[in-house]
Structure formats: C-alpha cells, structure tokens
C-alpha cells in the first residue's frame, strides 16, 4: 500500500544540524497531514512535527525555532532540517503520514525509523 523510506539520520556534535527526508511510495491515490516522531530510550513516542497538504506546520515546543519541516508534494517527500541540536534531541526519528492508497480507506502509515545522536 504505502511504504515511507527515511533517510539523513547520524551522529552529531551539539549545535550542528541533519536534515531527515522521508519518501512515500506505493500505490498512492492522496496523501494529507505528514510528520516526524522521535523517541528516546525509555521514554514515549513525541510529535516532533507536522505539516499539512496546504503547508500549515506545527511544532513541539521543545523544537520551535530550531527545527524546519518542509514537503514536496511532486515527489511525496517531507524533510526536516534540524539546527542547532542539542544532547536532548538524540532519538530514534519515525516518519508518520496519512495517506489513502489506490481502492483503499486513509490510514496512518510508519517509517522503520532512523537514529539521530547529537554529541555533547
């Protein structure tokens, strides 16, 4: 149905940046909202961020002013630039959207996830 492909996580020192991609495939009829989770070790999946079909965004307190989300509906892409980053923000980051393949109803679909670790 819909697959999402992560990519752009690794390992950085505090106050540098990464920039996350995530691309959807499939047999897709529409996709609406898409987004970032993290999760760090012991604690629960976040929203990091989302943006909508129309680009209207929305941010986790934690990462506003630091973090850009962004997407290329042409290409069923959404991205994440991340700027100065800090010890706090190393997680596991999970691409997230809602999406509505070919004969089939809307559903939320996952990514596999990809590590973020930012160095002290």
């Known amino acids: 149905q819909v697959q999402l492909v992560e990519s752009g996580g690794g390992l950085v020192q505090a106050g540098g940046s990464l920039r996350l991609s995530c691309a959807a495939s499939?047999?897709?009829?529409?996709?609406?909202?898409m987004g970032w989770y993290r999760q760090a070790p012991g604690k629960q999946r976040e929203l990091v961020a989302d943006?909508?079909?129309?680009?209207?965004?929305n941010y986790a307190d934690s990462v506003k002013g630091r973090f850009t989300i962004s997407r290329d509906n042409a290409k069923n892409t959404v991205y994440l630039q991340m700027n100065s980053l800090k010890p706090e923000d190393t997680a596991v980051y999970y691409c997230?959207?809602?999406?509505?393949?070919?004969?089939?109803?809307?559903?939320?679909?996952w990514g596999q996830g990809t590590q973020v670790t930012v160095s002290s």
């Open positions: 943006i909508t079909s129309g680009g209207s965004t």
């Open positions: 499939g047999s897709i009829f529409s996709i609406n909202a």
């Open positions: 997230n959207c809602n999406a509505r393949p070919v004969n089939y109803k809307f559903s939320t679909y």
